[in-house]
Nanobody, 126 residues
């Protein structure tokens, strides 16, 4: 069982920043890519951003482009999500996920992610 542990969520005012972290403390698998999704109450889980672990290829949802930045620390097996200029509509539970393989046609689908974290709440007040 692969465990992904997210941290860094919280309450922030509009325009503020947060940084989320996702660690695989017992990384015994070789993920091809890792990413972030979010789910607001009553809505489907939606893609935010992802990055391939070796090449560092990045995909970003239009809704967060220019505000959110994904990065990784390979030595620490840690994925980050820097969120700036936060808006109330960014309020959601944010999930970290790992994929054994994806490509430019599938990166945004939850179906291609094999492992998920428990989620961390991000609340942006207006």
């Amino acid at each position: 069982q692969v465990e992904l542990v997210e941290s860094g969520g919280g309450l922030v005012q509009t325009g503020g920043s947060l940084r989320l972290s996702c660690t695989a403390p017992t990384r015994t698998f070789s993920s091809y890519a890792m990413g972030w999704f979010r789910q607001a109450p009553g809505k489907a889980r939606e893609f935010v951003t992802s990055i391939t672990w070796i090449e560092g290829k990045i995909w970003v949802a239009d809704s967060v482009k220019g505000r959110f930045t994904v990065s990784k620390d390979t030595a620490k097996n840690t994925l980050y999500l820097q969120m700036n200029s936060l808006k109330p509509e960014d309020t959601a539970v944010y999930y970290c996920a790992a994929s054994l393989y994806l490509d430019s046609g599938t990166y945004a689908s939850t179906d291609v992610y094999d492992y998920w974290g428990q989620g961390t709440q991000v609340t942006v007040s207006s």
